[in-house]
């Protein structure tokens, strides 16, 4: 996948980290100290649907799809997580117990065009 | 929400002020975490554990875990909280649970432990162990009764649970496999399991003191999510 910098505007994955002190949570959330929200953004024409991030011959499949069929009736391509990971988290709940969990697909490591 | 005409919702993102930006992402974050873990609300904590107990905690648990399937890591220096079991379906959690103390005597004291309702509702008890830190009064062995109580169906009092003897003989930690009552405590939907713990002469105080944070009773729990019965097939 593509880290998106300055002002690109293909599809790619913008970095966002939520730090906890500065929201406050830092006194039930023990670890970890933030959260890199990272997110999809960008743009997918046609021609790069299927890339990057997905394997090169998913991209060709997907080509030869649009050319076998109107290209104007293809739907649009979309800029998505392709790649995600567990956030692991260490906190306090309610009745100040100690938990720990893995929340599923939490953190996007990479983006790619449907 | 994006702006009209925008098809994608992270470009609408990308038209808005960044401070405004800022704010919704944080918004975003805010209420993803929460709704992933099941709280309406961010918790307030009115009496968080020391440092030095949950250490202790992290440490007794690593130690005692054979496998390494489920470890509660302690988090490392960089702030990275090793992950459970990684690759696995439901959601999974390791629950600790500190002592609250009860009522005592000379020869008896009892203990509460806690759980929130969005757990005890909503999860399995894969595993439960109770850590107990024994100091002993001299050379000799002494005999302990530990005593499970579960909430009556009132929730007021508390009926008579499992019963186990032990016979210490040293200081040190002691475990006992208490899985079955906090999972029937669960099904219950009870939030509070009372151990009692009682000696037979009176130098049970001794036993029984709770020195110092770094040798407080916990509860360590291991759970999953519960998997709706009925899974949508695409």
């Known amino acids: ?114 | 929400a994006a702006p009209k005409g925008v098809w994608c919702p992270t470009c609408g993102l990308a038209a808005l002020a960044p401070t405004t930006q800022r704010d919704v992402l944080i918004a975003l974050a805010k209420q993803s975490i929460l709704s992933k873990l099941h709280l309406e609300d961010r918790p307030n904590i009115t009496h968080p554990t020391s440092r030095g107990a949950l250490l202790t905690a992290l440490r007794r648990m690593r130690a005692q875990r054979t496998d390494t399937s489920l470890s509660l890591g302690i988090p490392g220096d960089d702030g990275h909280v090793p992950r459970l079991r990684p690759g696995m379906g439901a959601q999974e959690y390791e629950i600790l649970s500190f002592a609250e103390s009860g009522s005592s005597t000379s020869r008896s004291v009892r203990l509460h432990f806690h759980f929130t309702r969005e757990l005890a509702g909503s999860t399995e008890i894969l595993q439960a162990t109770l850590y107990l830190f024994w100091t002993v009064p001299g050379p000799g062995t002494y005999p302990v009764t530990i005593r499970l109580l579960q909430p009556d169906p009132t929730g007021l009092n508390v009926t008579g649970g499992s019963e186990t003897r032990l016979e210490v003989q040293r200081d040190g930690w002691a475990t006992l496999d208490v899985g079955r009552a906090v999972q029937s405590l669960f099904i219950q939907g009870g939030q509070r399991l009372t151990v009692e713990l009682e000696v037979a002469e009176d130098w049970g105080s001794r036993l029984l003191a709770i020195h110092n944070d770094s040798h407080w009773p916990f509860v360590a729990a291991q759970a999953r999510a519960r998997t709706p019965h009925r899974v949508q097939r695409r």
């Open chain 1, 1 to 114: 996948g593509i880290d998106c910098s300055g002002d690109s505007r293909m599809c790619c994955r913008k970095e966002f980290f939520v730090d906890f002190k500065e929201i406050g949570w830092e006194d039930w959330i023990i670890q970890p100290e933030g959260y890199h929200m990272n997110y999809c953004a960008g743009l997918c024409p046609l021609h790069m649907a299927g890339i990057p991030g997905l394997a090169a011959s998913f991209h060709t499949a997907v080509l030869n799809l649009i050319k076998a069929n109107n290209a104007e009736a293809a739907v649009d391509s979309c800029c998505v997580p392709t790649q995600r990971r567990p956030l692991s988290l260490l906190y306090y709940d309610r009745d100040s117990n100690i938990v720990k969990t893995d929340i599923p697909d939490m953190i996007v490591d990479a983006c790619g065009c449907t």
